[in-house]
T-cell receptor
Framework: QKEVEQNSGPLSVPEGAIASLNCTYS??????FFWYRQYSGKSPELIMS????GDKEDGRFTAQLNKASQYVSLLIRDSQPSDSATYLC????????????FGSGTKLNVKP | EPEVTQTPSHQVTQMGQEVILRCVPI?????FYWYRQILGQKVEFLVS????????KSEIFDDQFSVERPDGSNFTLKIRSTKLEDSAMYFC???????????FGPGTRLTVL
């Protein structure tokens, strides 16, 4: 069974701070990784995708991937109350049709 | 911007009844998926569909479940005889290639009484 692990939180940060969300995965053959944001009762919304080791930046978001350590993270700079949500890490499962394996999500609270 | 759509947004049914959840994937996408999320739990893969056939299914996707692409746009999930434990959010997703991200629909909340 391929596993994706996340700290469930809640992670509380003050407005304007950096939020750091972490994810580890068990399948060393995984090649692509995704961060989704999910508001309560809503569907997952793509934040970032990352395929290569290192950092990838998009606005206030930076994804970091370390395949040797089987670790992927998401940094949110200048956190806003509207960033308060559950952040899901998803790993492409490999094979021909590449289903996603999801972590259970980290709940982020950004306090004004 | 194209998006995945799902209907209905909320379905309430009695245990033992059949339900059909409908999805319209993004038009140039070729790979289709159903996931479910029981309240408070993680998103779980149910089934993937490509070239008009199931390509992979999970242990959850037993004989009570079926999928179909009846025309060029719709992608449906049927549950033949619903159980209480089928109550969940059901998400449809699609992607153009297996290297792309998956785009999720807004979900159907299924409540089995």
């Amino acid at each position: 069974q391929k596993e994706v692990e996340q700290n469930s939180g809640p992670l509380s940060v003050p407005e304007g701070a950096i939020a750091s969300l972490n994810c580890t995965y068990s399948d060393r053959g995984s090649q692509s990784f995704f961060w989704y944001r999910q508001y309560s009762g809503k569907s997952p919304e793509l934040i970032m995708s990352i395929y290569s080791n290192g950092d990838k930046e998009d606005g206030r978001f930076t994804a970091q991937l370390n395949k040797a350590s089987q670790y992927v993270s998401l940094l949110i700079r200048d956190s806003q109350p509207s960033d308060s949500a559950t952040y899901l890490c998803a790993v492409n499962g490999g094979g021909n049709f590449n289903k996603f394996y999801f972590g259970s999500g980290t709940k982020l609270n950004v306090k004004p | 911007e194209p998006e995945v759509t799902q209907t209905p947004s909320h379905q309430v049914t009695q245990m033992g009844q059949e339900v059909i959840l409908r999805c319209v994937p993004i038009s140039n996408h070729l790979y289709f998926y159903w996931y479910r999320q029981i309240l408070g739990q993680k998103v779980e893969f149910l089934v993937s569909f490509y070239n008009n056939e199931i390509s992979e299914k999970s242990e959850i996707f037993d004989d009570q479940f079926s999928v179909e692409r009846p025309d060029g746009s719709n992608f449906t999930l049927k549950i033949r005889s619903t159980k209480l434990e089928d109550s969940a959010m059901y998400f449809c997703a699609s992607r153009r290639t297996t290297a792309d991200t998956q785009y999720f629909g807004p979900g159907t909340r299924l409540t089995v009484l």
